[in-house]
C-alpha cells in the first residue's frame, strides 16, 4: 500500500477527528488487532459476533497511528469517527483505487471466479506487475482490504467480486471501478436469495453499471443468459466459450483423466496442456489465455504458463496417499458444480470410486430438490461408495442403497473414512463450506 494522510481519510469518510493533534500518515489499513497494526489506520468493524471497537486499543497498542470508529472511544489516542465503518471502509478504497491508472480486471460468476482470478494473475505475471484478492476476499470487507496491495508498481489487478442478494455488485463495483469484466457463469450457487436464475443474472449484471467508458467486457457466450448481458453493455461484449458461435471459441481434445488439451480456434499451432482432472476448469482456462493474449503475452509463453497453473487448495487438487488418490473439492459446491465434478470424477480410473459429498448451501427452498437432482445423478454414475454430511445431504446417500451411508458428525465421517479405505481407491470430497470437508481431507493426508 501507499502511504495515505489523515487529511485524505477525512475527506474521502467525511469523519470527525478526534484526540488528533497532528498530521499522520498511514501505511497499511487493519481491521484486526492482532496483525498488521503498525503504522496502520485500524478501522473498527463490527459484526454479528465482534465489535472491532473493543479492540481499537490493542490495535493501537500494537503500532496502529489511529483509528475509525462509529462511537468515541473513552481513550485519548487519535479517532476519526464516522456514521459506519464497514460503509468507510468502502470510501476508503474507492477513492484510493482512483489514485492510480493501472489496469482493473473485475471477475464475477457462479462458477470458476477464483480459479480465472488465480490463472489470469499467473499468466499476467510473465511479463507484468499483478496484485489479486488474497483467498476469497471478495465481499465488502474482502475488496476493499485486497485494493490496498495496489501500488505505483501496479500494472494489472486482478480481483473477483462475490455476492448473494441484489445490490452488493452495484456497490462492490462502484468500489473497484473495473476496466474489464468477465462474467464466468449464471449457475444455482446462491438460488435461495433468488426466485429464479433469472434473479442471479440480473444481480450478476450490476458489475457493469461501473465499467470504465472505454472498457472491455468478457462473457461465457455458452450461458443462456448471455444475450440478456449483452442488452446491458454500452459496447459490444466478447463471447467466449466451446460453442462455434464465439468470438473466441475453444475446443477440448485429449481428456485423460488427470489433464486435457485445450485447442483455441484460430491458433491451430498451439495446444494447451490443461493439468486438471476436472474438465469444467476449461472456462476459466479459456477465459485466462483471452485476457493474458490481450495484455501481450506470447501465446507460445501462454501454452508453458498454463500447463504449470496450480490449483490452490479445496478447489481440485490431488494428493497421492498410500496408494490412495485424494481429490480435494472441499472449498464449495453448488448444482453446476457438483454435478460436473461428479461426472469427471466417474471417469477416474480406480479399484473403487469413493464420493464423499457434503450438503449445497444456500439453496433455500429449492434445497431438497436439487438434492434430489444430484442423488439421481450420484445413483446413475454408480460409485462404489457414497458418504454424505449436512442437512439434505442425507438425501443423496438414501437414493443409493446400501452404498450409500450418512453422518451428522464430521469428525465420525473423517474417522470412518480412514479406515475403510483401501489402497487403489480414488476419493472425491466436495461440498459447501459449511460442511467444513476440508478436515475430512486433512485427516486422511495426515
Same mark, same amino acid.
Given at each position: 500500500m501507499e502511504p495515505v494522510s489523515l487529511r485524505e481519510i477525512l475527506n474521502w469518510t467525511e469523519g470527525y477527528p478526534l484526540h488528533i493533534r497532528n498530521e499522520l500518515f498511514f501505511e497499511n489499513i487493519s481491521t484486526d488487532s492482532r496483525s498488521g497494526c503498525r503504522d496502520s489506520l485500524f478501522i473498527a468493524l463490527k459484526g454479528k459476533n465482534f465489535d472491532g471497537h473493543d479492540f481499537a486499543y490493542q490495535a493501537i497498542k500494537a503500532g496502529a497511528r489511529a483509528a475509525v470508529v462509529s462511537r468515541a472511544l473513552r481513550y485519548e489516542f487519535p479517532q476519526i469517527v464516522v456514521r459506519d465503518t464497514i460503509k468507510a471502509l468502502g470510501d476508503i478504497a474507492r477513492n484510493y483505487r482512483r489514485r492510480f491508472h493501472c489496469s482493473i480486471i473485475g471477475i464475477t460468476g457462479s462458477d470458476g471466479k477464483t480459479t480465472t482470478k488465480e490463472m489470469c494473475s499467473h499468466l499476467l505475471s510473465y511479463k507484468l506487475n499483478v496484485c489479486k484478492n488474497q483467498g476469497n476476499f471478495n465481499n465488502e470487507i474482502g475488496l476493499p482490504l485486497s485494493i490496498f496491495s495496489i501500488t505505483e508498481k501496479t500494472d494489472v489487478g486482478v480481483f473477483e467480486l462475490g455476492m448473494n442478494g441484489y445490490g452488493q455488485l452495484?456497490?462492490?463495483?462502484? *468500489?473497484?471501478?473495473?476496466?474489464?469484466?468477465?462474467?464466468?457463469?449464471?449457475?444455482?450457487?446462491? *438460488?435461495?436469495?433468488?426466485?429464479?436464475?433469472?434473479? *442471479?443474472?440480473?444481480?450478476?449484471s450490476e458489475i457493469l453499471e461501473n465499467i470504465s467508458v472505454d472498457g472491455l467486457v468478457l462473457l461465457n457466450g455458452d450461458t443462456d443468459f448471455f444475450r440478456y448481458f449483452e442488452g446491458r453493455t454500452i459496447f459490444p461484449p466478447v463471447k467466449a466459450g466451446m460453442n462455434r458461435v464465439n468470438d473466441f471459441c475453444g475446443m477440448m481434445t485429449d481428456y485423460d483423466g488427470e489433464s486435457f488439451v485445450l485447442q483455441v480456434e484460430g491458433w491451430e499451432k498451439i495446444k494447451f496442456r490443461i493439468m486438471s482432472w476436472n474438465g469444467s476448469i476449461v472456462y476459466p482456462a479459456l477465459f485466462s489465455i483471452f485476457i493474458a493474449d490481450y495484455f501481450g503475452v506470447p501465446r507460445n509463453s501462454i501454452a508453458k504458463l498454463i500447463q504449470d497453473f496450480i490449483l490452490i487448495g479445496g478447489r481440485g487438487i490431488v494428493k497421492e496417499h498410500n496408494g490412495i488418490r485424494i481429490i480435494d473439492e472441499s472449498y464449495n459446491a453448488n448444482p453446476g458444480s457438483m454435478n460436473m465434478a461428479l461426472n469427471y470424477f466417474a471417469m477416474q480410473k480406480a479399484k473403487r470410486k469413493i464420493a464423499v459429498i457434503g450438503a449445497m448451501a444456500e439453496l433455500g427452498k429449492w434445497s431438497r430438490f436439487y438434492h434430489k437432482k444430484i442423488a439421481k445423478t450420484v445413483r446413475n454414475l454408480k460409485f462404489d461408495a457414497v458418504f454424505t454430511t449436512g442437512q439434505d445431504a442425507s438425501i443423496i446417500s438414501e437414493f443409493c442403497g446400501q452404498k450409500g451411508k450418512h453422518f451428522e458428525n464430521i469428525s465420525d465421517l473423517a474417522q470412518f473414512l480412514c479406515g475403510f479405505v483401501q489402497e487403489g481407491d480414488a476419493i472425491l470430497i466436495k461440498g459447501s463450506r459449511i460442511n467444513k470437508l476440508e478436515q475430512v481431507f486433512e485427516k486422511l493426508t495426515n
Open positions: 452495484k456497490y462492490l463495483g462502484s *468500489i473497484l471501478q473495473p476496466d474489464i469484466v468477465i462474467i464466468t457463469s449464471v449457475g444455482y450457487a446462491h *438460488i435461495g436469495f433468488f426466485e429464479s436464475r433469472a434473479g *442471479i443474472a440480473k444481480a450478476k
